[in-house]
């Protein structure tokens, strides 16, 4: 008994080891040890740390099992059913992911972690009054939360409460200022109070901070449109192009800047490789008015009835 003990904390201690240094298919053989002694069927952190593992490499169905046996082990621990819930929650499983982030909630009413993603889900049920409950909670635990400090202001920036997404906002930025989507966000609700040339600024910045998240492009491209600086607009969606070659909507949105500048022919081009991306531009290309001729000229020439 002496020996296996003493193997058994030998193998965790590897693990966490090898764990550390990122060196993740010798901790999961070294946890893989320690399961199989006497002792690792009854280390309910042992079976934690396995499952988060597992839950890590997309292995959910061995990390489900895990956490389930953590459960039985102790109904009263709350991480066993937060575990479930972000098992269920990664598979799209929303309802049945609630159902285990509330339980973790009630054995722990402090578990920030269950609060965040439990005020999700509710945000996507368009729960909006129990989302703002939740994220608010998590802000009381935890002021310094990156996410619910995001999460939040979005939520408030859609119901149109710009000054309490500004604050949150700004908040989220205090905390990390090189978050290119705190950065985007700024640009966002200071464009919708009038700020524009403050939410120019965040969207450069946002895009120096991720050249590959093509909204900042778009946004601050649609910024240089409503002052008719369509030339400005064009230069600024063409390197949101370079850099996010599949995204659809920014060949669209070109489309339609060519087209004020007269430039049907690049207009065509841009709009054929938006619906090439994402088909469903057709059809909505046909009611848009800023297009309806550039959407009828790429639909003979799609045909084959263009004169040459």
């Not at 006497?38 to 990390?63: R, S, T």
């Not at 895009?207 to 649609?222: D, G, H, T, V």
């Not at 001729?293 to 003979?300: G, N, T």
Request: aromatic share 16%; proline share 3%; with cysteine.
């Amino acid at each position: 008994m002496i020996q296996k003990n003493y193997k058994y904390g030998n193998y965790k201690t590897l693990a966490k080891i090898f764990y550390a240094k990122r060196h993740i298919d010798k901790a999961l053989e070294m946890y893989e040890k320690a399961y199989e002694q006497p002792e690792g069927k009854k280390d309910v952190e042992l079976l934690i740390d396995m499952a988060l593992l597992y839950d890590e490499i997309y292995e959910d169905q061995k990390a489900e099992k895990l956490f389930k046996e953590v459960i039985t082990l102790n109904p009263e621990e709350p991480r066993g059913y937060y575990g479930l819930g972000m098992i269920y929650d990664n598979d799209q499983n929303y309802s049945e992911a609630l159902k285990y982030y509330e339980k973790a909630i009630e054995l722990n009413p402090d578990y920030n972690k269950a609060y965040f993603f439990a005020a999700n889900i509710y945000l996507d049920m368009g729960m909006k009054d129990k989302a703002e409950e939740y994220f608010l909670k998590v802000l009381q635990l935890n002021p310094e939360d990156f996410w619910a400090n995001l999460n939040l202001g979005a939520m408030y920036e859609e119901e149109g409460l710009y000054p309490k997404a500004y604050e949150l906002f700004s908040r989220a930025l205090e905390i990390d200022p090189y978050h290119y989507m705190a950065l985007f966000n700024m640009g966002v609700i200071s464009a919708k109070l009038g700020k524009e040339a403050q939410a120019e600024e965040f969207y450069k910045a946002s895009i120096r901070e991720n050249p590959q998240y093509p909204y900042s492009y778009l946004n601050l491209a649609i910024l240089y449109k409503e002052k008719q600086d369509y030339d400005k607009a064009i230069e600024v969606i063409s390197e949101g192009i370079n850099n996010n070659e599949d995204a659809g909507f920014l060949y669209y949105n070109r489309a339609c800047f060519y087209v004020q500048v007269r430039n049907n022919k690049s207009a065509v081009e841009d709009l054929k490789k938006a619906i090439e991306i994402y088909p469903e531009f057709q059809e909505y290309a046909a009611q848009d008015e800023e297009l309806m001729e550039v959407a009828s000229c790429l639909k003979l020439r799609t045909e084959g009835n263009v004169d040459k």
